[in-house]
């Protein structure tokens, strides 16, 4: 069983940036596409990025797209998602995931860390 633990998220301006890692208690996790997802108040959780298993490819939603650069370090078995240029909608708990399948759909996704809070204010 994989295990999956996300830096502290924090609060942030809008326009600030913020940097989340997600550290894997398995060097298997290289095996794995690595995925942040999101889940603001009321609303469903939502895919925010992914990368394969060698950082070669990435996929991102439009909300965050040139915003947001997902990368990982698979000799530390860190995956990192980069926030930049933040707004008031981004706020949110962001979780990271580790499955064997691409793309956005939550249901490929097989382990799940706890998720951290991301709060932007304008």
């Known amino acids: 069983q994989v295990q999956l633990t996300e830096s502290d998220g924090g609060w942030v301006q809008a326009g600030g940036s913020l940097r989340l890692s997600c550290t894997a208690s398995d060097p298997t996790i290289s095996d794995y596409t690595m995925g942040w997802f999101r889940q603001a108040p009321g609303k469903e959780r939502e895919f925010v990025a992914c990368?394969?298993?060698?950082?070669?490819?990435?996929y991102y939603a439009d909300s965050v797209k040139g915003r947001f650069p997902i990368s990982r370090d698979t000799a530390k078995n860190v995956v990192y998602l980069q926030m930049n240029s933040l707004k008031p909608e981004d706020t949110a708990v962001y979780y990271c995931a580790a499955g064997r399948t691409w793309g956005k759909d939550p249901r490929g996704y097989h382990f799940w860390g706890r998720g951290t809070q991301v709060t932007v204010s304008s």
């Open positions: 990368i394969t298993t060698s950082g070669a490819l990435t």
